[in-house]
Nanobody, 124 residues
């Protein structure tokens, strides 16, 4: 059974950093592309970042503006999202996802497995 478990969410002040982690089990981690998505209240789930199977390639949503970094440690079956300079608009539930059979993808439909999400709140 595939499981993706996010952690690291919480309350952070504007301008602050936060690091999310996603631990995967039940799959061959090095054979899946990984992605982060987010969903704010009343909005569609949107793409944030993706990393290729080896970790050598990354892609980001435009709104990231160089503030976020996605990375992975295949030895630990874990993908990370380092978020800096957080803004109130970044408040959302953040989900990690795994995609089989693709080099990487920004498309929500391209992902086969999803975590339960971790809440990020950016507020004073």
């Amino acid at each position: 059974q595939v499981q993706l478990v996010e952690s690291g969410g919480g309350l952070v002040q504007p301008g602050g950093p936060l690091r999310l982690s996603c631990a995967a089990s039940g799959l061959t981690f090095g054979r899946v592309a990984m992605g982060w998505f987010r969903q704010a209240p009343g909005k569609e789930r949107e793409f944030v970042a993706t990393v290729t199977r080896s970790g050598g390639g990354t892609s980001y949503a435009d709104f990231v503006k160089g503030r976020f970094t996605i990375s992975r440690d295949n030895a630990k079956n874990t993908v990370y999202l380092q978020m800096n300079s957080l803004e109130p608009e970044d408040t959302a539930v953040y989900y990690c996802a795994a995609a089989r059979g693709v080099f990487s993808t920004r498309q929500r439909d391209g992902y086969d497995y999803w975590g339960q999400g971790t809440q990020v709140i950016v507020s004073e």
